[in-house]
């Protein structure tokens, strides 16, 4: 008032020391790494707890939850082990188109639908090989074969999301649900009882032929 003067206090970030002793802005792409230690870098993938284990095989996976300096990268990945007629089951990917490239084994078997009025992409690939599901797009694999398969996944996204066709599919109202497959609520409620966790086991003409 009066004559007085003014003192105006601002927070203000505090920058981030690079090695060269220089400041680093901590809402540049640097900085955000700077939070991290060098071992935040790394993942042991082929160590990790399973994101889904059964008896058809199992998922593991790394993105933005397990490796948080992934954040704004643009990628994650799967490893998959796929015992003889194991189904990864149908899914959707919301936020990222997936690579598939096989370790080792033959005859898997991969598909994606198209959106209405579009088609349907079946393939059936081995060791060496690659394919690919758009984003968005339902999409599953099957090992048609008596030994084991082993992929990996890519994913252009470090949040991807999954979307279970059947699991979410039933989570709808049941009216929505009955209306769609033509059951009544006991039946419907039958379905659901019996609904696999992923992966799960093939079909039985699969499981014969293997002796399993």
Aim: aromatic share 6%; proline share 6%; charged share 15%.
């Amino acid at each position: 008032h009066g004559s007085g003067s003014w003192v105006v206090c601002v927070d203000t970030p505090v920058a981030a020391v690079d090695d060269d002793g220089g400041d680093v802005e901590p809402n540049t792409a640097i900085g955000r790494r700077q939070q991290f230690d060098k071992e935040d870098f790394v993942f042991d993938l082929l160590g990790s707890v399973p994101a889904s284990i059964t008896s058809a095989g199992t998922i593991q996976s790394v993105d933005v939850v397990h490796l948080p300096s992934l954040a704004g990268q643009g990628l994650s990945y799967s490893l998959f082990t796929i015992e003889p007629c194991g189904i990864n089951l149908p899914h959707v990917h919301p936020r990222a188109t997936e690579l598939l490239y096989v370790i080792g084994g033959k005859d898997l078997r991969t598909a994606f639908v198209e959106e209405n009025g579009g088609r349907v992409i079946v393939n059936d690939i081995g060791m060496g090989e690659v394919t690919f599901f758009p984003e968005g797009l339902v999409h599953y694999q099957q090992n048609l074969s008596c030994e084991t398969v082993t992929y990996i996944s890519a994913l252009n996204s470090e949040d991807p999301g999954v979307i279970t066709v059947s699991t979410q599919f039933f989570r709808l109202p049941n009216e929505a649900v009955q209306g769609s497959i033509g059951q009544d609520e006991d039946k419907v409620q039958q379905l659901i009882d019996g609904l696999p966790s992923g992966p799960a086991e093939g079909h039985s003409a699969c499981m014969v032929t293997c002796g399993l």
